[in-house]
């Protein structure tokens, strides 16, 4: 059955340029599928259009019949004093209305109406408000807002005292809550942290329906879609596999047109020297060939024609960081810093060293006090106690999670020539356009630039600097998959000190050799890369949690029950053991998909032997269950 149909979808908002150009493509239900595409290619666009939101100017969407769908991108508006658990439960409103209507009929028969009009509509009634958990709606609530870490105190703040990125892990709940058929995320893990992204990746795994996401998350797009859809100049090209398997088959895609393209040039120089001789012959009087000469000509012609043009891929950034050169071990000495807002602790005694060409990841929930801390690095902030010192020669850049310039309605070009006295314009321009700013794209006003173009600007204007120490707030937020990979290379290249806070895992187990988690007011330092630090954090949960059915060690005299029941403990006490092995197989299997997650052929082999684990698992606690009742436990 297939659940959405676009046919031949033309949208623009400028007179001349298409954003959707005869965009076509089906989706089967269940099918779970990552829309990708550069920022501005009209993703956002088409889940508008989806929705009803905006009228497409030509072309056709059908969306299957009696599907619910649901989209995450805008927050909608809710009665003012609105709290977090009221937005949550507006998910409920089908639950509402039928128990409105049964507490009538609650009435109705208190008061003596005995029917059997009446009792059959109650059972009806009491029947489907089960069915849909109308009688569990709390645990299904406690379940999301844990997940998506929505603490019980946030659940009784007014909705609209929270920020931007809790309004949207809020709204993520209540659209789950929902229980929607067609699930529309827009960017969905962009205000996440990793205990709440991977619980959403655990949910679109499980979701039973079908699934349109627009992420540019890597790691999220590999564990949650199985097709891929790019929208590229307007249209859209297909990939059956996850990102990994879209972006080795981009690549080749790529080559194969290249060669073909080179072949059919190739092609038509050989020709165009061959009919320019016939042509000659011609004119020296052998007529004949003054046919063959036209003839080729004409095939030359059709050449032409059947050519698409040159293959073109995103230009490489060719910008470096400018490096200052260092001298010591010493770049940071944190000594008991201490801060807190509002009677609450971010953090204290925070006492760490940074040396020369270390890089460091600072991972943390939301609102640990992340970023708080890098500005008491940069002395944006000051701590409530203890200091900072940094190393003699250390030269320091930021680029904040929240960009901001002084002067929003300068140009590109003015903006770097204000910041950069001494620049030549020809100089700025040189700059800008290594960062994919070029022709009249530099004279237009920094304020109408994307969240994305405002964190390529001003990295554009750190690159020009000379430092040794990077520090960097969610360097790859709001941007599109080509720019983060801008930001990657240049972050590659560099060779000085880095420490960041990130949620995208790519960025992070490429470059983290070292893990600072912020929890709990304190900063637990983790030596090791993130795939190391993941393991450890792995086995320290296993750790926590109790086995799901512990068997309770008895000594032997106390070993009760006929000769039956005494050989299923013993098979018990065999298959706990098996258990435990498989789990701790399947923990160092998560470990290997972790470090393969860019590999496609790896990953897809590792996920099916994880695969068979898990059934294997599976069928283990089963058999467990079923040796419990046998030995009468």
């Known amino acids: 059955m297939v659940d959405i149909a676009v046919s031949n979808v033309v949208k623009s908002f400028e007179i001349g340029s298409n954003i959707l150009d005869g965009l076509t493509f089906q989706i089967q239900a269940g099918e779970r599928v990552g829309l990708l595409g550069r920022n501005g290619a009209g993703k956002t666009t088409l889940f508008k259009i989806l929705t009803g939101e905006l009228r497409c100017d030509s072309g056709e969407v059908v969306i299957g019949r009696n599907r619910r769908v649901g989209l995450i991108s805008q927050i909608p508006v809710y009665p003012a004093g609105y709290t977090v658990e009221d937005v949550l439960n507006t998910a409920f409103s089908r639950h509402q209305t039928l128990l409105q209507e049964m507490e009538r009929l609650t009435a109705a028969m208190a008061d003596g109406d005995s029917s059997a009009e009446t009792l059959r509509r109650y059972g009806e009634l009491s029947a489907k408000f089960e069915g849909i958990g109308g009688y569990d709606t709390d645990t299904a609530v406690n379940k999301v807002a844990n997940g998506l870490s929505i603490p019980p105190e946030m659940r009784s703040q007014p909705f609209d005292s929270l920020s931007g990125g809790e309004k949207t892990r809020v709204n993520l709940g209540r659209l789950i809550l929902e229980d929607t058929d067609i699930l529309l995320l827009d960017e969905p893990t962009n205000h996440l942290d990793l205990h709440a992204t991977e619980w959403l990746e655990g949910y679109v795994s499980r979701f039973k329906g079908t699934v349109v996401a627009i992420s540019h998350d890597r790691y999220f797009l590999d564990r949650t879609v199985t097709r891929v859809i790019e929208i590229l100049d307007g249209k859209a090209e297909f990939y059956a596999g996850n990102y990994s398997f879209y972006a080795i088959e981009k690549e080749r895609r790529y080559l194969e047109r290249m060669r073909q393209y080179e072949k059919a040039e190739a092609q038509i120089a050989h020709l165009e020297k061959s009919a320019e001789q016939l042509r000659l012959w011609a004119f020296q009087g052998m007529d004949k060939t003054y046919r063959r000469a036209v003839s080729m000509e004409r095939r030359i012609e059709r050449i032409r024609q059947s050519q698409v043009g040159r293959p073109t891929k995103a230009r490489a950034l060719t910008a470096r960081f400018g490096e200052a050169e260092f001298f010591g071990d010493e770049v940071l000495h ?300």
């Open 334 to 633: 944190l000594r008991e810093i201490g801060k807190s807002f509002d009677g609450r602790t971010l953090f204290e005694e925070v006492s760490l060293l940074v040396e020369g060409g270390e890089r460091i990841a600072l991972l943390g929930d939301n609102g640990t006090g992340k970023s708080t801390l890098l500005k008491i690095l940069m002395d944006e902030e000051s701590p409530d106690t203890g200091r900072v010192k940094y190393g003699p020669s250390v030269r320091t850049a930021y680029l904040p999670q929240i960009i901001r310039f002084d002067d929003p309605s300068r140009s590109l070009v003015d903006t770097m020539l204000y910041a950069k006295r001494g620049l030549s314009t020809q100089g700025a321009r040189d700059r800008l356009a290594s960062f994919q700013f070029r022709g009249e794209d530099v004279f237009k006003p920094v304020s109408v630039l994307s969240g994305g173009e405002q964190s390529r600007l001003r990295l554009c204007m750190l690159m020009d600097e000379e430092i040794n120490f990077l520090i960097l707030d969610e360097p790859t937020n709001h941007l599109d998959i080509a720019s983060r990979e801008w930001i990657e290379e240049a972050v590659e290249a560099y060779e000085g000190t880095l420490l960041f806070v990130s949620h995208d895992r790519y960025f992070i187990n490429r470059f983290a050799t070292r893990v600072w988690e912020l929890a709990n007011g304190r900063i637990t330092d983790y030596p090791v890369p993130f795939a190391r630090y993941r393991e450890i954090k792995e086995r320290e949960r296993s750790q926590q949690k109790p086995a799901a059915k512990p068997v309770p060690d008895k000594p032997k005299a106390a070993a009760k029950g006929n000769k039956a029941q005494q050989a299923a403990r013993k098979q018990m006490t065999i298959c706990q053991r098996e258990i435990e092995k498989l789990e701790e197989a399947i923990r160092e299997k998560e470990a290997e998909l972790e470090a393969n997650a860019c590999d496609y052929e790896k990953y897809s082999a590792l996920y099916s032997e994880k695969e068979a684990m898990d059934e294997a698992l599976l069928s283990l606690m089963e058999r467990w269950e079923q040796l419990s009742e046998e030995a009468g436990e």
